[in-house]
């Protein structure tokens, strides 16, 4: 059997076929390898690292023990992931900007039209809706929605299912727990598909590769409908890396590896970088009470601490924090508001 053999960094099949199954089970059976011809009836194994070429023989490859492959390509799958929430973060501070434009004269026509009031931006929304022929993809921040909201965009959204146009929505985590969520995606059966990630950019709703409505004013009452096809078409590009990142909705809940989960981890870099429990609660779509209960539970998992810039100090040390691998006297927590942290 050969192992230390690394898999390949983006294999294209995820599943083993029957007959590759077969192939490796045999290889294992009859001294760990096997011929040419059978690798290549199962591209599958090569990719995932299952089958390898023999370095001193072309026509025979060797299987590499499973319990070998499967912690690379997690691990592999794990750093893709955070490059692709890196790029997303990079983006949504590009994009927020862009999405606060006030403009004093109303601008109509074109490739870009301002849409001012609630009401004339749910009509627009509808129009786009009504001639939406094959997808409608949408971010929804902000955590949970309420339920008059799910109310008025559930006819809409059973037009579209009607027409067998495919629906994605990303939200963040505490989108699952408000009311009425799990209804509105049963009512719509397979057509429509939800994910969560913890970050989000501003609100976005594309329809087809047509028309998108994004908001123009943070407090949403001012929004711009585009219709530049090299806009639409970067736009869509944002929403698909971060759907290729984000998980289900209603996923299994996340593990934590010493008392602290992932989210908590963001939290607390965030947290080590000056930001507010406002600001933070805003980013991850939740109350600052949740932050400040994440905070303590973060205290806690260090062993207390009397104020931020500690338990920063604290988190670094544990190694809960993204900072560079140095030595332990060298290393330094990002700089921080010296301001004390009270449970409760």
């Known amino acids: 059997m050969i192992g230390g053999v690394a898999p390949h960094q983006h294999p294209e099949h995820e599943d083993v076929c029957a007959e590759g199954a077969e192939i ?6 009859s001294g760990g390898s096997a011929s040419r011809a059978e690798a290549e009836r199962a591209p599958c194994l090569i990719d995932l690292g299952l089958l390898h070429p023999a370095p001193d023989r072309q026509d025979v490859f060797l299987a590499v023990e499973a319990a070998v492959v499967l912690p690379r390509l997690l691990d592999t799958m794990e750093r893709r992931v955070a490059v692709e929430r890196e790029r997303g973060a990079r983006l949504a501070d590009l994009l927020n900007p862009m999405m606060r434009l006030d403009v004093a004269e109303p601008v109509q ?9 609630p009401a004339r931006i749910e009509a ?44 994605r929505t990303l939200y963040q985590p505490s989108a699952r727990y408000g009311r009425g969520l799990l209804e509105y995606f049963t ?14 950019p501003e609100r976005l709703l594309l329809f087809d590769r047509s028309v998108a409505i994004i908001p123009a004013r943070e407090d ?18 944002v929403f698909e890396r971060l759907w290729s990142t984000a998980t289900p909705l209603y996923a299994p809940p996340e593990p934590s ?32 009470r949740t932050v400040r ?46 301001r ?5």
């Open 24 to 29: 490796y089970e045999r290889a294992l059976r």
């Open 109 to 117: 026509g074109g490739p870009f039209t301002i849409l001012e009031g």
């Open 293 to 338: 209960n994440h905070i303590v539970k973060l205290s806690d998992a260090v062993g207390g601490s009397n104020s931020r810039l500690q338990l920063g100090w604290k988190l670094a040390q544990a190694g809960l924090l993204d900072v560079p691998d140095v030595p332990d006297a060298e290393r330094r927590v990002p700089p921080m508001r010296a």
């Open 187 to 200: 009512a719509l059966e397979d057509m429509a598909e939800a994910r969560i990630l913890d970050e989000l």
């Open 257 to 288: 590896v010493d008392g602290v989960t992932d989210r908590q981890r963001a939290i607390a870099q965030l947290l080590v970088d000056g930001h507010t429990d406002a600001i933070i609660a805003k980013r991850f779509g939740l109350n600052e």
């Open 124 to 167: 627009a929304i509808d129009e786009a809706a009504n001639n939406a022929q094959e997808r409608m993809l949408a971010i929804q921040p902000g955590g949970i929605r309420s339920e008059s909201a799910l109310a008025d965009a559930l006819p809409r959204s059973l037009k579209l299912a009607e027409r067998k146009v495919q629906m």
């Open 340 to 344: 004390p942290y009270a449970k409760g």
């Open 220 to 237: 949403r009452q001012v929004a711009l409908e585009v219709r530049q096809p090299a806009l639409i078409d970067y736009l869509a590009g």
